[in-house]
Structure formats: C-alpha cells, structure tokens
C-alpha cells in the first residue's frame, strides 16, 4: 500500500502492526525536539475513515484543572486537522505524521505553561489566550 | 560564545537547553533603561565627589565599579532593589589615620548634601544611596595599599574597626580573564560604568554566574544563609574550566565546588574562598561566624548538582525543574520559543525529520504543511 511505503521510509522508527485489507495500523517514535520525551505513537488509518493517532506513551498528562488536553477527541486520540483537511489521497507522512510532532510540540509547551500557542478551532477556549493573560507575564 | 539569533530548532539536546538558559539569562539582567540609569546616577555621585568641598577632592581620587556590573554578571533580585557596587579609592596615608576615618567622611560629606541626606545609611564596609527607583548604591571608601602593591586596596570594617585587604579591581580582571573574553579600554581617572552587554554577547562563565546567582536568590529564604555573590562568582570562576556551552559550564562548575567541599570535610573545615587577586581576602570568611550559613550552602550545592544532572538529561518534567530553579523566566523562555515555532510555521518553513525533530526547511523528510488544530469541545 502506498500509504505504508511511505510512512515507513520517511520515518524509519514506525513499523507496521496491521495489515488487513482497507485497515492498517503503524506504531512508532516521535521526538519533536532533542529533549522532548521519546513519544510512542500509533496511527489507524481504515477507509474512508480518518486516521486515528493515539500517544500510547508516556501518557499525556494535563495542566492545571483541565481533563483533557487541547485538540483531542473524547476518546484521548489527537486532532491535528480539522475535517476538509484531510482526504484518502494524500500522504499520510506528508500531512498526519508532521502535524503529530507539530501538535507534540505545543502540548510540551502547554504541559509547562497552561497555554496552547499551537492555534486552532475554538479559539475562545482559555488555552488560546495570549501567555500574559493567563500566568501574568514576567517582568 | 552564545549567538545571537534565536533558534527554533536543534541539532542537540545541549544546544536546546543552551539557549532556554540563554534566554533566561536575558530576563534576568538588568534592562537597558535601568543601565542607563545606573550610569547617569554614578556620575552625578562622581561628580559630587570630585568637586570643590569634597574631602577627597585631593586625595587622588579613582572612582570605579565593582560586582556585577562590572563583571557583567547582573541578576535582577527576586525582591528589593538592585545593587550598584562603587569604589572610591584615594592615596592617602591610612596609617596616620583612625581605620574608620574614610568611611566616616564619606558618610559626613554626603549627608551634608541635600539630594543625598535622605537616602544616605552606614553599613558595615559601605556607604548607601537607597534610590527611590529601587537602586542601592554602594560606595565603599578604600586606600592604595601601597605594601601589596599593584591594584590591592585597604577597605574598612566596622565590625572589625580595622581596615582588611582587597582587590577588587584585580578580581574583575581575573574573571574577565578566565572568562576568555575581550577586555574592556580602561580609563585613567573615574571608569565609566562598563556598558552593558547583550546576552547573546556574554561568555558561558557569566551565564553561569547569573544562573547561580539566580538560584541563590530562590532557594535560600533567610538572606543570612544564602551564599553572597561574590562566593559564587569566585568558586565558578575556579572551577570553570572553558566550556563553549553554559550548561556545560554549570555541570563543571558545581561538580568543581562539591568536590572542593567533599575534600575539606574530610578534615573538618570549609572551604577557603580567596580573591585570587589578593590571596589575604578569604571571601568565606563570614561561615567561621555563622556555620549554620555554610552547612546551608553544602547541602544546597549538592542538591543542585543532583538536579541539574536530571535536567541536563532532558525529557519529562524537566522544564519543570529548571522553572523550579531558575523562576518565571524559564517559563517566558519557552513561551518565546513556540511562538517562534508558531511564527515560522506560518511562513511555511517547518519540515520534520526522519524521527519526528521538527526542523528547518533543508534538512526535513517531510514539509509541515498548513493544518489548523481542532478536536471536540
């Protein structure tokens, strides 16, 4: 499947765990910069579905009061583009895998400072406000 | 020596944590405006000393700075004003005089001045001006001490009611020098206040004093037991051993000190901090009458090696620890960097690499192309 080809030749540390006909599952590592935590991540992608990622450890942790973190389905699985963004046709390492380290990225920074510099929907959610209006900016 | 560029991405997790330090150091130095005003009040100081009716008008008078402006190690206080350390060295026959004579002119001459009179206080060694805008400053009269020679002065103790050796001028040189960096034009009578460097001009030795610094202003809540400046400054200097790389410095630094002090507990003693520019100043000299202060200082150094040693192996939780150790700054750091990170990827320029390191455009496997986040509410 060409999907497969490329997810394993752009990112060597994912492997294949699925392979049933319109179903495939990889697992693999993701470290968006040198001293993030090495994330373990599986990715399902099954037509015409939209892949399915989900951070199988460490496990994601959340700031503050908040339950979940910012940009997850209920189900803890993450959102890294909204519905329009994403179609069969395109390349799984070129669009879902980068978004995932980009989204591990800002979660890192989130973790430490309550606040999601990342963007996204729902902009009025307290995580989207600027730094200065949520922790008070340092001097 | 730092850049001055900020970086988004790394090649290395040393690189990384580098410029987080970097920029916290950035935070922590006094700002530009606040220099500014730290020069314009030492020389009107300057001026008051050197102009008819001062008592030293004639006793040659050098006036310099001294701590960390001059060494370019500033550190904002937790709490309290920031201090501006000052010399005023004359020639002059100390011996003919009582040890406190200096000291007690300084303090007589500048209350009788109107703007001083109400921010004028004696302490032990100095003159204070407590400004108003949160600035101490701290005059400390001195005399050419013409048996040690070179640039060792003679400053008076209260306490003592004598007068105990310096060098403060030969101390900045040594660090300077240790710190491999370029000197500063001396000026042949009062020295302009060194102007203030950029942080990404700093050497990784003053980085890691104003680091220590820092964490010296968090970790001990009683002043009393909290380690001064200056036997910080001195023991990283020591111990430093040329590091390109602040947080290399700071493992070589502190693995320096706890094994200094491990050997001196061996025969029950503390550690001798001399100024290395003048071996009769012993800067530890206040743990023989406050032990409590130096058994503080041992258990807090070792606890900061054993911490810093986790943060510099990265991972989980330690950007926690370095908030923890170094304060809020940390937190701003990494608040720059993602939007930074944010910035650039609006202009398209983010690609990641083979292991998910997000990257610049050249090096990456894969362009991060435009998405918006989304997910429930």
């Known amino acids: 499947m060409q999907q497969d080809q490329f997810v394993r030749s752009r990112f060597p540390h994912f492997r294949r765990t699925t392979n049933r006909g319109d179903r495939i599952k990889w697992r693999g590592t993701l470290q968006p910069s040198p001293r993030s935590d090495l994330y373990d991540v599986e990715i399902a992608y099954e037509i015409p579905c939209r892949p399915h990622i989900q951070v199988v450890t460490p496990r994601l942790t959340t700031w503050g009061d908040l339950k979940r973190q910012p940009h997850t389905f209920r189900d803890g699985s993450l959102c890294v583009h909204q519905a329009h963004e994403w179609h069969g046709n395109k390349l799984i390492a070129e669009t879902i895998i980068p978004w995932t380290c980009l989204w591990l990225a800002f979660y890192e920074t989130w973790l430490e400072t309550g606040c999601w510099l990342g963007e996204g929907t729902h902009p009025d959610l307290p995580e989207h406000s600027p730094f200065g209006e949520i922790v008070g900016a340092a001097a | ?377």
């Open chain 2, 1 to 377: 020596m730092a850049t001055a560029e900020k970086a988004i991405w790394f090649q290395s997790s040393r690189e990384q944590l580098d410029a987080l330090l970097l920029e916290v150091c950035d935070g922590l130095q006094l700002r530009p405006s606040r220099h500014e005003l730290a020069v314009e009040r030492y020389g009107t100081v300057n001026e008051v000393l050197e102009k008819a009716g001062s008592p030293f008008r004639f006793l040659r008078p050098r006036i310099f700075p001294q701590g960390s402006m001059a060494l370019g190690t500033t550190c904002k206080p937790v709490e309290g004003p920031h201090d501006l350390d000052f010399v005023l060295q004359i020639d002059a026959p100390h011996w003919r005089w009582h040890p406190l004579a200096g000291l007690s002119a300084l303090y007589e001459f500048l209350s009788s001045n109107v703007t001083y009179r109400k921010m004028i206080s004696l302490k032990n060694r100095v003159v204070r001006l407590t400004y108003a805008d949160e600035f101490y400053m701290d005059i400390l009269p001195a005399y050419t001490d013409l048996s040690s020679g070179g640039t060792c002065i003679l400053v008076p103790d209260r306490a003592r009611v004598s007068l105990c050796p310096s060098n403060p001028e030969g101390f900045i040189l040594w660090f300077r020098n240790r710190c491999l960096t370029r000197t500063r034009r001396v000026m042949e009578k009062a020295k302009p206040v060194p102007a203030q460097e950029a942080v990404h001009e700093k050497e990784p030795l003053q980085l890691a004093v104003q680091l220590l610094k820092r964490w010296r202003d968090l970790a001990f809540a009683e002043e009393c037991l909290a380690p001064i400046s200056v036997v910080l400054t001195t023991l990283a200097g020591m111990y430093y051993a040329g590091e390109d790389s602040v947080s290399e410095a700071l493992t070589t630094i502190l693995a320096g000190i706890v094994n200094a002090i491990a050997l001196e507990d061996l025969q029950g003693k503390r550690i001798v901090v001399r100024n290395p520019s003048n071996l009769l100043e012993d800067f530890g000299e206040r743990w023989d009458a406050n032990p409590q202060a130096y058994n503080a200082f041992k258990a807090g150094i070792r606890r900061l090696q054993k911490e810093w040693a986790v943060i510099v192996a990265g991972g989980r939780e330690t950007d926690k620890e370095l908030e923890r150790l170094f304060g809020e700054y940390v937190r701003t750091a990494l608040v720059k960097r993602a939007q930074r990170l944010q910035e650039a990827r609006k202009a398209g320029a983010l690609t990641v690499g083979s292991t998910g390191a997000i990257t610049g455009l050249a090096s990456g496997v894969a362009r991060i192309r435009p998405n918006v986040f989304h997910g429930d509410e």
